[in-house]
Nanobody, 115 residues
Framework: QVQLVESGGGLVQPGGSLRLSCAASGSIFSISVLAWYRQAPGKQRELVASSYIGGSTNYADSVKGRFAISRDNAKNTVYLQMNSLKPEDTAVYYC?????????WGQGTQVTVSS
């Protein structure tokens, strides 16, 4: 069973930066697709960024050029570096790990962008 634990959320001013981390248990991390999602109050959960096994990445248009996803397979950890944060980035951010039919979620970490 895979467990995902996010950390790094908090309160930041507009224009600031945060780095989220997600530590995973289990042995399938390096062969999984890893992603970050977010859900703002009253809105659906949306895909923010994905990291694929071959090294490619994908981003939502709203975060391109500001956010960067990376993974460290040796540490079973995926990161989301968030720069130039905006109030509309405020949400609960969730880590996701997918392998074949298996789909795992973390508990979420709150990111609030406000002055």
């Amino acid at each position: 069973q895979v467990q995902l634990v996010e950390s790094g959320g908090g309160l930041v001013q507009p224009g600031g930066s945060l780095r989220l981390s997600c530590a995973a248990s289990g042995s399938i991390f390096s062969i999984s697709v890893l992603a970050w999602y977010r859900q703002a109050p009253g809105k659906q959960r949306e895909l923010v960024a994905s990291s694929y096994i071959g090294g490619s990445t994908n981003y939502a248009d709203s975060v391109k050029g500001r956010f960067a996803i990376s993974r460290d397979n040796a540490k079973n950890t995926v990161y989301l570096q968030m720069n130039s944060l905006k109030p509309e980035d405020t949400a609960v951010y969730y880590c996701n790990q997918r392998y074949l039919a298996y789909n795992y979620w973390g508990q979420g970490t709150q990111v609030t962008v406000s002055s």
